[in-house]
Each structure stands twice: as C-alpha cells, then as structure tokens.
C-alpha cells in the first residue's frame, strides 16, 4: 500500500513541478558576525506547506525540513520523502530554486541516484564541505530542473545540481532561477537587487533580511507568489518565518525547542491562526 502511495506522489510532484512554474529567490548575508540566509519559496498561491521535526537519534543528527502539501490527506502522510528544504541542529542549510531543464550527465564510475538528497545530508552532514563530499558520491539524475543551494553556519556555501557543484566565490551570493554555470547573464530583477543590497559594508540584522526578501518578494496579481519567506540566522538556529507575502507578521521558530519536543509535524498555515 505504502509503494502505491508513493507512486502516487511521485505523479502529483510532476504535476505540481510542471503546472506551478514555481520560482525562488535565496540569498546568504555574511557581515563576519552573523550568518543570514534568506529564501522566497514563490509558487502558486494556492500551495500549502509543512514543517516535519526529528530530533537526534543515535547516528543522525537532529534536523527540520518543509514540504508542500497535497489534497489527497494520504499521500500528505509520506510528503516528507521529497522536502523543499531543511535545516540541522549543526545549522548547516538547504534549499531548492527552478531551472530551465538541463539534461543530467552520468558519470559511469558514479552510483546514480534518483532519491532527493536533502534528508540524508541533513542527517550526517555539519557543514558544506562534508555536503559536497557526501554528495558527490553519486549521479543525481533526477536534479535536472533545479539547483541545490546549501550553506552552513560558517558562511560557506555551494550550489549543485546533477552536471555541476559550484562553490564559494564571494563573502554574500544570491541565487534565483538561473543556471549557475553559464556566468549568470540573464536577467532577473531579484538577483540583481539581493546583489546591490548585499554589497553595502554593514551588519545584517534580522530587519535587513526581511527588507530584502520583501522586496524580492513575487505578488498578487501575478500567478506565482511568495508563499512563505524565511529569514535564518544559522548560527541561532533560528528561522523567522513570514507567510503569503505579509511581512507584518512573522514568527519565530527555535530548531532546538522544536527538537526538544519530539518527533512532529504542524502545517505552516498554523503558525499563522
């Protein structure tokens, strides 16, 4: 029963990947103090999404991951196999932006590798470095229509998908929609304000990063919106979380007084009453 669950998901995950043409905007702020991530998750207004804790257990360290939701409560029960991004107890970070489709190059002296990465990083992983070494271990043929952003409380940050791994070149970096290995040529209004803003000498406060994911933030009356905007300060463990586009609102999420209660899940829409 559980294996035709999961086919089912799989189904309902290509159709929101094709319908949605979600879109998103991440950015990490580093002033030497504090390690700032700030991401717009922008899809459909009419997504809903989850929050899923697991404390550590014996080998795994602790750690959290968002999903989106289904219809279909069933298959809501096994969403947390494909998160949208996560964070660890170690405040090592990650998340996804869409891209146009590129096709994924085996390497034959790799294991391919269909299954989302994300919990098996957060589980074993402290850092980018050991990210990276983990990941590359293998041929991610299903990463061909997004870019994996990963940074860490260090400050160190890459960008990965199934045919490149692009790694720190600057203290403050933006991603959205665009491949990462073509020297960033195309426009995007979201990136280019993120990089003009993360530019200037100063220290980022949690009231910077809100300002800068508002103003990247995508709105009504478009069909894609910023469902949900989260502004992390890795070395807190802490995610400041803001929901459908109002910035009026926020609240905070402590990884580790989440931990410290035990494996559970709440629907983002309930942080929000």
């Not at 700032?36 to 804790?53: K, Q, V």
């Not at 939701?69 to 029960?77: A, G, H, I, Q, Y």
């Not at 098996?120 to 299903?142: G, H, P």
Request: net charge negative.
């Amino acid at each position: 029963m559980e294996r035709k669950f999961y086919c089912c998901f799989l189904i309902v995950l290509c159709l929101i990947n094709c319908l949605t043409g979600s879109a998103c905007t991440i950015f990490i702020a580093n002033d030497g103090q504090h390690i700032w991530i700030g991401n717009n998750e922008d899809e459909s207004p009419d997504l809903s999404y989850r929050l899923w804790y697991y404390p550590q257990h014996k080998k795994s360290y602790g750690y959290m991951i968002w999903t989106e939701l289904s219809e279909d409560k069933e298959l809501n029960k096994i969403m947390y196999r494909n998160p949208q991004g996560g964070m660890n107890e170690h405040g090592l970070f990650m998340d996804y932006t869409a891209i146009d489709e590129i096709a994924a190059i085996r390497d034959p002296n790799k294991l391919d590798r269909s299954e989302e990465v994300v919990t098996d990083v957060l589980r074993q992983c402290k850092t980018v470095q050991e990210a990276v070494d983990y990941i590359m271990q293998f041929n991610l043929v299903r990463l061909t229509g997004a870019q994996l952003f990963i940074g860490d409380a260090d400050g160190d940050y890459a960008i990965i998908h199934a045919n490149y791994c692009i790694r720190k070149t600057s203290r403050n970096f933006a991603l959205t929609n665009y491949a990462v290995n073509n020297n960033h040529y195309e426009f995007c209004w979201r990136r280019d304000m993120a990089i003009e803003y993360l530019a200037q000498e100063r220290v980022f406060h949690l009231k910077d990063v809100a300002f800068l994911l508002e103003k990247t933030a995508q709105k009504k009356p478009g069909d894609i919106i910023s469902n949900y905007s989260m502004a992390t300060d890795l070395r807190a463990r802490q995610i400041h979380l803001y929901y459908k586009g109002d910035f009026s609102r926020t609240v905070t999420i402590s990884l580790k007084k989440e931990l410290n209660r035990g494996v559970h899940q709440q629907d983002m829409a309930r942080y929000f009453p």
